[in-house]
């Protein structure tokens, strides 16, 4: 897995840290965690999650008596991993596409994250798979949105339903599901406009475009993809905990890695909101989405 391409940033923002947290110590005492605690959080692991690390560490020290600085970067490393292994059950390999068609994904984030861009590069991907994909464009608020997914309709090689600007997202939904059925594709892919005006006008919003999907497909979506740009911190965060609350978000995709030495916000989220992530995005171009394995995550973070 090329998983460490896009990270560099954070790797080395977090291992050249983390040397510093620990500089002229031999053992773990309190003030390498405080430094270790500050590493962490100016990472954007997020507070919570930080103070849970640091306590698992020091509920080591105090066991132990003793942990050498050397012996820290691998106890780091099993609790990151731990946090991440508590979420993370799927991946590409054995993903749900096979057990439903359409398999439908409903894909919510708020403007500028990267929605559109993932969604190119996931069609993308998919198609590599074999899959039939079609994209439905039920980003009717912007025309700007509904342009930009034909665009990656077209570069990717996929179909892409669309009316009008300011048309109803549901209506939208609808007709791509069901020109789904009707051509037996196997992925359809709704954007959304996900506007965080307010909550419940977000909950209604998306509410409404799930029932309409469920007319045509009776358990869709199958999958409510949040995405984030992990470059944006503790926004991130926020957008998290508002998507969740309005609707049934199972994966995550976080973007814009590649610009970023914040990957810890990747440990965070995934710890406090307990949701998988699936995706991380590590560039503009059309293949620059990975698949996100915890291992080689967190490996890519040490070594
Ligand atoms: P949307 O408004 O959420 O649909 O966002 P877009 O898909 O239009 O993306 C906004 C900007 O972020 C565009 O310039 C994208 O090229 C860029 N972008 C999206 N994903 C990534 C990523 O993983 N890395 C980088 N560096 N840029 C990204």
């Not at 500028?112 to 861009?117: A, D, E």
């Not at 209604?204 to 979506?221: F, R, S, T, W």
Request: one cysteine or more; glycine letters at 8%.
């Amino acid at each position: 897995v090329a998983l460490d391409k896009g990270l560099e940033k954070t790797k080395e923002g977090f291992l050249s840290k983390i040397t510093k947290a620990v500089a002229g110590k031999s053992t773990v005492d309190d003030d390498v965690l405080d430094n270790l605690e500050e590493v962490l959080v100016t990472s954007d692991v997020g507070v919570t999650t930080t103070l849970k690390i640091i306590e698992r560490i020091e509920a080591r020290v105090a066991r132990d008596k003793y942990l050498s600085t050397a012996e820290l970067h691998g106890l780091l490393r099993d609790e990151i991993q731990l946090l991440l292994a508590e979420n993370n059950s799927n991946d590409f390999r054995n993903f749900e596409y096979g057990q439903h068609k359409p398999y439908v994904i409903m894909v919510v984030g708020v403007n500028g994250v990267g929605k559109t861009t993932t969604i190119g590069k996931l069609a993308n991907k998919l198609k590599a798979e074999n899959l039939k994909v079609v994209l439905g464009a039920a980003d009717t608020f912007r025309a700007a949105a509904v342009e930009q997914i034909k665009l990656w309709g077209e570069r990717v090689g996929v179909r892409v339903v669309a009316q009008a600007m300011g048309s109803d997202p549901a209506s939208v939904a609808f007709d791509t599901l069901q020109s789904a059925v009707a051509n037996q594709e196997d992925v359809v892919i709704i954007d959304t406009a996900g506007r965080l005006h307010n909550k419940v006008g977000l909950m209604n919003e998306l509410g409404k475009i799930k029932n309409v999907m469920q007319k045509v497909v009776p358990n869709a979506p199958h999958e409510i993809l949040l995405v984030l740009d992990g470059s944006t911190g503790q926004n991130a965060f926020e957008q998290c905990k508002q998507f969740t609350e309005a609707t049934d978000v199972n994966a995550l995709a976080i973007t814009k890695l590649d610009g970023t030495a914040k990957g810890g916000v990747v440990i965070g989220i995934s710890d406090q909101f307990k949701i998988p992530v699936k995706y991380i995005g590590v560039g503009e171009g059309v293949d620059d989405l990975q698949l996100f394995d915890k291992k080689a995550f967190v490996d890519s973070l040490f070594n």
